[in-house]
């Protein structure tokens, strides 16, 4: 696996219960390829379409996740067009804690992940991907990569 030089790290409360406290923290880290045991480590893919891209985002088996540190790998984000020869964008989802993700299109055709344990104690958390008209793919607007 290639790993980059820079992991973001990206952090934004979302609406839900006021008096509750955000859970996780999210990185993001663009990679090229993903090693079979992770590939073998899926449980469940979520996909959203809107305009020419579609996102897929794979979440991990939650008894059996990569990890590193302190940190687990709560999913893959997949960003593409679908068409024969492209290279498409991905990223893996690093979280603080053990989380649920859901994927969302947004009305702006942007879309949205959403994370954490979705209950009164944690404000889930979210993300928003958003591709420009020439295939960059943004988190939070950090460049992640570009479709080819």
């Known amino acids: 696996m290639k790993v980059p030089c820079s992991v973001s790290v990206l952090t934004l409360v979302l609406a839900g219960n006021a008096s509750a406290t955000p859970c996780v923290n999210f990185k993001i880290e663009p990679v090229e390829s993903l090693t079979v045991q992770q590939i073998g ?9 809107a305009g020419q891209y579609t996102v897929v985002l794979r979440m ?3 008894e059996d996740r990569p990890s590193r540190g302190d940190m ?10 679908g068409d024969i020869g492209e ?5 893996l989802i690093w979280s603080s804690g053990p989380i649920v993700l859901q994927l969302e299109t947004l009305p702006t055709g942007d879309f949205r992940i959403m ?7 944690c404000t889930p958390v979210g993300l928003k ?9 943004f988190v939070d607007q950090q460049e992640i990569g570009k479709v080819r």
């Open 129 to 137: 991907v958003g591709v420009h008209a020439d295939g960059m793919v």
């Open 87 to 91: 290279v498409p964008v991905g990223a």
């Open 115 to 121: 994370g954490g344990r979705f209950d009164d104690v």
């Open 41 to 49: 480590q899926f449980a469940s893919t979520l996909v959203q379409s």
């Open 72 to 81: 687990q790998a709560a999913g893959f984000l997949l960003v593409g067009r």
């Open 60 to 62: 991990f088996d939650p």
